[in-house]
């Protein structure tokens, strides 16, 4: 099913952009600005980090990629969908963003660029984190279905991680909204992985995946 993957793909992330920057422009109130914690005093800002921001686009493409049943494809897309959804409908009713750091953001004109970007912020919950925990899952749900070896999942959910700490690094975001990004990435992706949910019911025989 690649062209339906290639073409949704993209075509779900024009979706989100279009929604994620009417929602930045158009906040209902003044963006709260979000607290520090001991967590961002102990991260100092690493601009290599950068890397593994921007690597999030590749990490959440791998979980559709590797789904043959159309159905569980489908299951999958609506649990993300309904993720981004409920993060963008939380940033448009209580907008949020992150304090002013005392950096001189022309020496970092990539990321300083991504900053740009973020008008009112969008902080918390951290919708990057969110999405990358909920491919995590995802991805760790696919390699025990094929039988990969454990060591595969690990690496994976430390990559997850990584991307994570990129947000503080790069203070495009402060501890609480990595946590809360964590916490919604956690429970949108136990609904959609839950024993009921879409693709529990019967082994696919390519790939060992639930169909």
């Not at 690597?55 to 969908?81: M, N």
């Not at 907008?95 to 918390?124: H, M, R, V």
């Amino acid at each position: 099913m690649w062209p339906l993957k290639a073409f949704g793909t993209t075509g779900f992330m024009v979706l989100f952009f279009l929604g994620y920057f009417g929602v930045m422009q158009n906040p209902l109130f003044t963006p709260t600005v979000m607290p520090l914690t001991i967590i961002d005093e102990l991260i100092p800002f690493t601009p290599v980090a950068f890397g593994f921001y921007v690597s999030l686009w590749l990490y959440v493409s791998l979980p559709p990629a590797f789904l043959l049943d159309l159905r569980q494809l489908l299951g999958y897309g609506f649990w993300i969908g309904a993720l981004c959804i409920s993060c963008l409908t939380i940033f448009w009713v209580w907008p949020t963003t992150i304090p002013l750091f005392e950096l001189d953001w022309a020496q970092y004109p990539t990321i300083a660029k991504i900053k740009g970007l973020d008008i009112s912020g969008n902080a918390c919950p951290s919708l990057h984190v969110a999405t990358a925990v909920f491919s995590a899952a995802w991805l760790q749900h696919i390699m025990r279905c094929i039988g990969a070896p454990r060591w595969m999942a690990i690496v994976s959910w430390i990559y997850c991680l990584m991307i994570v700490w990129s947000t503080v690094a790069l203070r495009q975001h402060v501890a609480i909204d990595a946590l809360a990004g964590i916490a919604v990435g956690l429970i949108f992706a136990g609904l959609s992985l839950r024993p009921t949910g879409p693709g529990n019911k019967k082994a696919n025989p390519k790939i060992g995946l639930i169909a």
